[in-house]
């Protein structure tokens, strides 16, 4: 089973709408992420979470917000979709001491019409 | 100017190449990575390191810190590790997680 899972995988959207992405895991990791992935500019962090309630913002948070109520849980929403905040979004999980780094759900693919 | 530069963006090698895939980075750093995409998108962590050298079967990776620089090596290359491989780094102060990326190298592995 794998220990990060993303949903839904994709998801097309029209501008305006409300959307909220989920990350779920089951390695009772300290530490959640989440990026988003545009050609050009590669792997960029929308928000992160260091536990339970405990958030702050990374490098293009702007038009997101994020909520973590339970270790396993960490939720992005984009509060008004926007044509510009197509683009895949990635949750990953990490802990300190861990020898391996980062750990990557599988992505979801969102589409901003 | 990106704090993290791949060289070089495209890589195109024939089975069973040696490949090197170089890293520098302006910043400070506490550790580098080294990650994995495939075509189908998902992404896998290959090697954190803050010094020296790992292994891990085919793939070694090496940092010089001094020097800012690291490089990813596949000895005997293979069609499937055909795949985007990214560096990012974990920048002194910086808060965990936040990653700076590079904007990868995208190697093709023809058999």
Redesign the interface.
């Known amino acids: 089973d794998a220990g990060i899972t993303q949903s839904p995988r994709h998801k097309v959207t029209e501008t305006g709408t409300p959307v909220t992405l989920r990350c779920h895991q089951t390695e009772n990791h300290r530490?959640m992420?989440w990026y988003r992935q545009d050609p050009?500019?590669?792997?960029?962090?929308i928000h992160?979470s260091?536990g339970v309630k405990d958030t702050?913002k990374?490098?293009v948070s702007d038009g997101y917000s994020v909520s973590r109520s339970k270790t396993e849980d960490f939720l992005l929403t984009l509060e008004s979709a926007t044509s510009s905040q197509t683009s895949?979004y990635?949750c990953?999980i990490?802990e300190?001491g861990q020898?391996?780094?980062?750990?990557?759900g599988?992505?979801t693919?969102l589409t901003v019409v | 100017k990106n704090e993290v530069e791949q060289s070089p963006q495209n890589l195109t090698a024939q089975e069973g190449e040696f490949i090197t895939i170089n890293c520098s980075y302006s910043v400070g750093i506490s550790?580098l990575?080294w990650?994995q995409q495939h075509p189908g998108?998902?992404?896998?962590?290959l090697?954190?390191l803050s010094s020296g050298k790992k292994k891990h079967g085919r793939l070694i990776a090496t940092i010089n810190i001094q020097e800012k620089h690291s490089s990813l090596h596949i000895t005997a290359s293979h069609p499937r590790d055909s795949a985007v491989y990214?560096c990012?780094g974990n920048p002194h102060g910086g808060?965990?997680?936040?990653?700076i990326?590079?904007?990868?190298t995208k190697l093709s592995v023809k058999p």
Do not use: P
Not at chain 1, 40 to 45: D, I, Q, S, Y
Not at chain 1, 99 to 104: I, Q
């Open positions: 530490y992420y050009g500019h590669g792997l960029r962090l992160y260091y702050d990374g490098e895949v990635f990953a990490s300190l020898d391996y780094g980062y750990t990557f599988s992505g693919r | 550790a990575h990650l998108g998902g992404i896998v962590s090697f954190m990214i990012a808060s965990q997680g936040n990653l990326f590079g904007k990868g």
